[in-house]
């Protein structure tokens, strides 16, 4: 079997089984695999799924491309920062009394995918006092009273004084802020989703600041860049974005190109929230993915490439190990060698590994 329309088959594993069969009976989600044919020209697998017991897709020997197996923390994403700070060149970082500093923020695609689908706001204080602490208290407080009106906040305000922060809201008592502050960071917020109808989408906008007027040199008047901005990314360790939602929006994909009522074909006859979907879009998940393709004899002989995509669930105890279904593919479908893609605090590792024959005993 060799399926015409479906280019990415997504599996959802929660067990392989190695010393028994999968029937109906099984755990759902449990996989048995690779199953070689008779001949053994090609490889299968069963799987336990929605509709019951299925048979994927074959493998044929030698018409494997790639095999890839990464962890789930190699598709974080952590959520980035954008910090505010005088410019020490200008005025010795301090403020010029009298100036209007502002701040402008121009969202992209805010209502729609249109490049002129665009939202300004802006944070704006006057310099009353020659300390940059209080300018920066004044610029916070503006920018969460012009942001508190929008249902779905793109990022937090924060002053820093150092490297302690302190969380700035339309509802922040002005007399409370008394640090000695240094700069202003805003960290992105994760974003409303739903599956299948909402898809994730980060925040997408710029930040830019008005020039004030600046006396140099005695009698020479410039407009000058008060401030520089930082971008970079949240050092707590739970501001990330989970792979889960991708994953999750992948499966209901997966699941329309099986039948399109999981997709909202015949809404409102359609099924919405299926039982059969099986990734909790909260949680992150390990990839394993099998690039192959096939061809027909004779008047058919182009190829036809498409991927077998099987997730697990990424968990401390109890996870599939699917670094150990990807050996097993790469040895039956005689590639011989598979990609693995791995995390080491934050840096990302791609390693070519060779097929290792099983030990005698082992199992999946």
């Known amino acids: 079997m060799y399926s015409v329309n479906q280019v990415n088959q997504l599996y959802v594993v929660g067990s392989v089984q190695t010393t028994s069969h999968v029937t109906s009976a099984s755990a759902d989600g449990a996989l048995e695999g690779p199953i070689a044919s008779n001949n053994g020209d090609f490889v299968y697998f069963k799987y336990n799924g929605a509709g019951g017991v299925i048979a994927t897709d074959r493998i044929k020997k030698c018409k494997v491309k790639w095999i890839t197996y990464a962890t789930a923390d190699t598709m974080r994403q952590k959520l980035r920062t954008w910090t505010i700070s005088m410019n020490s060149a200008v ?64 990022f937090k305000i924060e002053l820093l004084a150092n490297t302690t922060p302190t969380q700035v809201t339309a509802y922040t008592n002005k007399d409370s802020l008394t640090g000695t502050y240094t700069s202003i960071r805003l960290t992105e917020v994760l974003q409303p989703y739903k599956r299948g109808r909402y898809k994730y989408l980060r925040p997408d906008f710029t930040i830019s600041l008005a020039p004030i007027t600046v006396t140099t040199s005695g009698t020479s008047v410039e407009q000058r860049e008060w401030a520089t901005i930082t971008v970079g990314t949240s050092s707590v360790a739970t501001d990330v974005i989970k792979n889960g939602m991708e994953t999750a929006d992948l499966e209901w994909f997966c699941m329309g190109e099986r039948g399109d009522q999981y997709r909202g074909k015949d809404w409102p006859l359609s099924i919405s929230t299926p039982d059969s979907l099986k990734v909790d879009p909260s949680k992150e998940y390990n990839y394993l993915i099998v690039h192959f393709w ?34 097993s593919i790469a040895l039956s479908s005689e590639l011989g060698h598979y990609t693995k893609v791995t995390m080491s605090g934050d840096t990302k590792t791609i390693t070519d590994v060779t097929a290792a024959a099983p030990s005698s005993g082992s199992g999946s």
């Open 91 to 154: 005025n010795s970082g301090n403020p010029v009394i009298g100036q209007d500093y502002i701040i402008n923020f121009d969202f992209k695609h805010y209502f729609g995918m249109s490049d002129e689908d665009q939202y300004f706001k802006q944070a704006a204080a006057r310099a009353f006092v020659a300390t940059a602490k209080t300018l920066y208290r004044d610029l916070a407080l503006s920018l969460a009273k012009n942001m508190s009106r929008e249902v779905d906040q793109p």
């Open 294 to 327: 096939d061809d027909i004899d004779n008047e058919g002989p182009q190829k036809s490439e498409r991927d077998m995509t099987f997730v697990a669930e990424a968990k401390t105890t109890g996870a599939v190990n699917l670094e150990t279904l990807a050996n």
